[in-house]
């Protein structure tokens, strides 16, 4: 593990993470107005288990405190689509003053597969 932040729990394992999920498969498409990625691939992230991330960056440059915590956003949503915007702001760093919200917004697509009951 080299700069990811630990996940719920102060764990860095996804076993640990995800423990009644078999598997999973997020994807996320930030910046829907074209606003902040010159290039499209920019926008677009696929994740699964083995690779997810605990915190995905808010691709707008002036975003204070913003991004996406894709590890609630695993445990706490159900599968499917969900959008949920950026809840950055932007203002200066380490949030001593509040800018105007964050515009960004992820829409995620969200499959996961869940283990039976008996092998959590
Ligand atoms: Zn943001």
Redesign the pocket.
Same mark, same amino acid.
């Given at each position: 593990m080299t700069t990811s932040r630990p996940f719920l729990g102060e764990t860095t394992d996804r076993e640990k993470a995800f423990p009644d999920i078999e598997s999973l498969e997020l994807n996320v498409v930030q910046d829907p107005y074209e606003q902040y990625a010159r290039q499209a691939w920019q926008r677009e992230g696929r994740y699964t288990k083995a690779n997810i991330p605990r915190h995905l960056a808010?691709? *707008?440059p002036r975003?204070?405190q +913003?991004?996406l915590d894709l590890q609630q956003a695993v445990l706490f949503s159900s599968p499917g689509q969900h959008s949920y915007y950026? *809840? +950055?702001?932007?203002g200066t760093p380490k949030g001593r003053h509040k800018g105007d919200p964050?515009? *960004?917004r992820f829409d995620v697509t969200l499959t996961i597969v869940r283990r039976p009951v008996g092998e959590r």
């Open positions: 808010c691709l *707008n975003c204070q +913003g991004g950026c *809840n +950055g702001h932007e964050c515009d *960004n």
